[in-house]
């Protein structure tokens, strides 16, 4: 079974980016298989899509090249003309339309879900390339950060009033660190 998809990033660019873990170290690759990709997208609310090999190897491609541009903006990294023109490509194809949910309490926006009919893979990785290009051009590209434990790699942004958020999840990462700083003070 595959592992886990962290839904930390506040983001749907980051959520997607962090589809491949542990970067620093063996790298995590949590899409193996075409099916691995469609369920991604099925929990990141995006839709019911069919995927093939193809896609699989297009999403991983676009994927990197969010993430190189996400570390580029943070000064991490080599701003390559090839990543933009990638994600650039991808966010001028044809997108999901918009539509809005009616949830079970409230009314709620969906921007990039579109139920009926469905949207196909290309259109799922076509928003993913927009809203890339929204988060990196946009408001919230200052607050991008890396988790502070060494090898997890995870990008989030930082909402937090304090602007002073360290971990991808106080349940994990921020946990251990907890500890690490106990065990060092007893
Ligand atoms: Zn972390």
């Known amino acids: 079974m595959t592992a886990a998809f962290p839904f930390v990033g506040g983001r749907v660019t980051l959520n997607f980016v962090s589809t491949l873990g542990k970067r620093s170290t063996e790298k995590l690759e949590r899409l193996r298989t075409p099916e691995d990709l469609a369920h991604w997208v099925e929990l990141a609310g995006l839709g019911s899509i069919s995927t093939d090999e193809a896609d699989l190897k297009a999403a991983r491609v676009l994927r990197e090249a969010l993430y190189t541009l996400t570390m580029a903006t943070l000064n991490r990294g080599p701003l390559r003309r090839a990543d933009v023109n990638l994600v650039n490509e991808w966010a001028a194809r044809e997108t999901p339309a918009p539509a809005l949910a009616i949830g079970r309490t409230q009314v709620r926006a969906t921007p990039l879900r579109r139920r009926d ?70």
């Not at 196909?120 to 928003?127: C, D, F, H, M, W």
């Not at 937090?160 to 994990?172: E, L, P």
């Open 117 to 186: 009919p469905q949207p196909t893979a290309s259109e799922v990785l076509a928003a993913l390339a927009r809203d890339g290009i929204e988060l990196l051009s946009g408001p919230d590209a200052g607050s991008i950060r890396e988790c502070e434990d060494p090898g997890c790699t995870l990008l989030f942004v930082d909402t937090s009033r304090s602007h002073r958020r360290r971990w991808c999840s106080m349940n994990s990462c921020g946990a251990r660190a907890k500890m690490r700083t106990l065990r060092s003070t007893q």
